[in-house]
């Protein structure tokens, strides 16, 4: 079975910053790309960040660029996302996604296995 968990979110204030952190069980996690997506209250989840399989390569939504991070650590089966210069509007909560194939996409349809969410929220 395959298990996806996250941790790390939680109220913090705009400007602050926080690291989300993605257990993986049960998959080849050194072969496999994994996902950062989020979604809001009355919104449609969106992609917010994704690495290949190596981690040598990495794709970002353009409202995140330059403020987030993710990273991956095969020797742990661990995915992180660093959020730095947190805004009101990064409130959302946020998924970890793993999928089967090696590149860092950005579509929701190419991930097979979803975290059940960690809730970050932001005031302002």
């Known amino acids: 079975q395959v298990q996806l968990v996250e941790s790390g979110g939680g109220l913090v204030q705009a400007g602050d910053s926080l690291r989300l952190s993605c257990a993986a069980a049960?998959?080849?996690?050194?072969?496999?790309?994994m996902g950062w997506f989020r979604q809001a209250p009355g919104k449609e989840r969106e992609f917010v960040a994704a690495?290949?399989?190596?981690?040598?390569?990495?794709n970002y939504a353009g409202p995140v660029k330059g403020r987030f991070t993710i990273s991956k650590d095969n020797a742990k089966n661990t995915v992180y996302l660093q959020m730095n210069s947190l805004k009101p509007e990064d409130t959302a909560v946020y998924y970890c996604a793993a999928s089967r194939n090696l590149v860092a996409s950005s579509a929701r349809g190419a991930y097979d296995f979803w975290g059940q969410g960690t809730q970050v929220t932001v005031s302002s």
């Open positions: 690495i290949n399989w190596s981690g040598g390569i990495t």
């Open positions: 049960g998959l080849p996690f050194s072969t496999s790309a």
